[in-house]
Antibody
């Protein structure tokens, strides 16, 4: 069974940093693209970042470029998102998702990030 | 940037009804179009990918069609578990920006 479990969310002050993790199991992690997608409650999902199978290719939404860094550890089947210079508008539920280049086929349950003073 | 517009934004229907949700892209995206279902407090779930391919385990009452700029998600014979919010998503371009539509909330009439 494919499983993705996010952790690391919480309350952080504006300008602060947070690192999200996504532990995976039930599939060969190193053969799938991985993604972070966020969602403000009551709004639609918004793609944040993508990483290819070996980590050599990463892409970011313009809204987080230069502040967030996606990475993966294929030996530990883990995806990460380092979030720096956080802003109030980064407040959302963050999901990790598995996929190929064009679709997110399985998602974790999400972790809530709240940026507030 | 590609914009995705869904209609209607909300829809009321009854168990057993046939419903259709549409999604329009601001530019041609071939068949790089996915549909997701989301229930309150849960993560989105993939239903349809590449405009018309059914994801593993998704009931056959769900179907998708379209190409270019206009797409539809059809649910035949609505079941109680189908009442949820539905999102379309584009994955066109190199690299894609994976833009989602604003969602269609399907509730019980």
């Amino acid at each position: 069974e494919v499983q993705l479990v996010e952790s690391g969310g919480g309350l952080v002050h504006p300008g602060g940093s947070l690192r999200l993790s996504c532990a995976t199991s039930g599939f060969t992690f190193s053969t799938f693209w991985m993604y972070w997608v966020r969602q403000i409650p009551g709004k639609g999902p918004v793609w944040v970042s993508a990483i290819n199978t070996d980590g050599s290719d990463t892409t970011y939404a313009d809204s987080v470029k230069g502040r967030f860094t996606i990475s993966r550890d294929n030996a530990k089947n883990t995806l990460s998102l380092q979030m720096n210079s956080l802003r109030a508008e980064d407040t959302a539920v963050y999901y990790c998702a598995r996929g190929d280049f064009s679709v997110h086929d399985y998602w974790g349950q999400g972790t809530l990030v709240t940026v507030s003073s | 940037d590609i914009q995705m517009t869904q209609s209607p934004s909300s829809l009321s229907a009854s168990v057993g009804d046939r419903v259709t949700i549409t999604c329009r892209a601001s530019q041609g995206i071939s068949t790089y179009l996915n549909w997701y279902q989301q229930k309150p407090g849960r993560a989105p779930k993939l239903l349809i990918y590449a405009a018309s391919s059914l994801h593993n385990g998704v009931p056959s009452r769900f179907s998708g069609s379209g190409s270019g700029t206009d797409f539809t998600l059809t649910i035949t014979s609505l079941q109680p578990e189908d009442f949820a919010t539905y999102y379309c998503q584009e994955s066109y371009g190199t690299p894609p920006t994976y833009t989602f539509g604003q969602g269609t909330n399907l509730d019980i009439k």
